[in-house]
């Protein structure tokens, strides 16, 4: 039996809008659980994993409940900085090294097919969501050049892969106007877009497809009485065959120390007014997405509106920050200092799950009645909806994708509930002075 006091999705109910919610049209839905239910399969968490795995396993004559803690979209799902990157986390040379080139090619297969998956999902479903191509990954230092180089190479020789160009010191700078950056490798197969316009879209096909969604309806405790999941919700109760449980970072205690295998983090977003669309192409002429080669990433994008939607710092401390406009703008000035004398209009924040070795975390327990996915580790925007999509191909025996992953050996973060966090942020403290002395 589990259950769970602290609850994570709350931190939200009292911030200020952010540009997505501003940006999106509200999600048809108004239900609330207000009664007992029994149903086939049970999903806890309205993000794009719970999505993404209700979508997959409608239409197979299954009766399907989604169960939210909070608004479909309200966790990392709706917040996210909309980056639909290819591959894993983790780079090829480092899977190869961990698992060998079979498994490697595997898990890069994965990672290009959930890319093109969204992508059809959203031609298939009509999903207005600015779905835009191009995300440029630019390096901070004089030595990423090498490693952009290598990838290219090791990519064309090992896999096939050409879809990338290289941009030299010169070259860059045309195509993301700071002078931050002295190289640049353009993923040709990312993308970027708004996401939660996405996840209200695939929601919206949820309904349509007769699936349940209740929303302000957290589950409180799971039971297992052998022949079903018992799943308590304030003072109404789920019996499910099957339970999915999709609530990344928002965990809290739901799976017991299942949580201690990640890290939930906080990270923050902000977005301009809008700068029109040729001072956006000044400073982003493809109007592709950027990510930079730090540990501690800033990533960034124009919206369909031409807003700079600039993302990137982690906080030291478990608690969540309101307002994090400051901090965040100092990171974006330092790369474009011309953009001082523009409003930001919204900030906000979202948590997010990272696993020690930031591949995601797949599992079943309970007899194979209760099956977890989550810990994207900040690469979930593909990967959720893959992740759903694995899960889902799992409960109707169609593939062994959703094995492959759950063969995963992931450590616990060491130091138990006490340590977590200041090992954590020890963490962060060093990757900041590792960023810090790269650029010297
Ligand atoms: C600021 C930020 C920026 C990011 N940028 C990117 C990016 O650019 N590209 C990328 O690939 N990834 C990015 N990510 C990661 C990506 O957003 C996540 O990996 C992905 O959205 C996870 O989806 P999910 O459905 O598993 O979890 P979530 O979307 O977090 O959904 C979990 C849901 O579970 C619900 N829940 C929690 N507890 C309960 C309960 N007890 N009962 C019922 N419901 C519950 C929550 O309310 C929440 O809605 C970012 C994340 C953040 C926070």
Redesign the pocket.
Known sequence: MFT?KK???NQHDNEKESFYKFSAPNFSNQSKLNENISTDVCI????????SSALNLSNQGLSISI???????????????????IGMRKDQFYLEKKFGIEKAKFFWKIGLDAVSHVVNLIEKYKIDCALRQGVIHVGNTKKDYKYFQDEIDHMQKNYNYNNYEYFDHNSIRDEVNSHRYFSGMLLKDSYHLN?LKLTFGLAEQCLANGINIYEN????KIVDNQKEVIIH?GKNIIKAKKVII???????N?LGSKRNYFMPI????IATESLGKDLASKLIKRNCGVIDSRFMID?YRFSEDYRLLF?GPETITSHFVKDAKSFVSKRMYKVFPELKKFKIEFSW?????ISINRLPIFGTIMNQKLYY??A?S???????IM?GKMVAEKILNKSNNFDMFEQINHFKIPGGNMFRRPLYSSAIIYYRLMDYLNRL
């Open positions: 769970t609850r994570t999705f806890i968490g309205g993000g794009l994993t719970g999505i169960l939210e803690a909070n608004k479909v979209g309200s966790g990392a799902s709706g917040r996210n900085g909309g980056q639909l990157g996401p309806s957290p589950a409180d919700s999709g609530c990344n970072g928002y965990l809290d739901l906080n990270n923050y977003i990533y993302g924040g979202g948590t997010l799950a996915a989550h994207y900040g690469h979930g925007l593909a990967m959720s992740g």
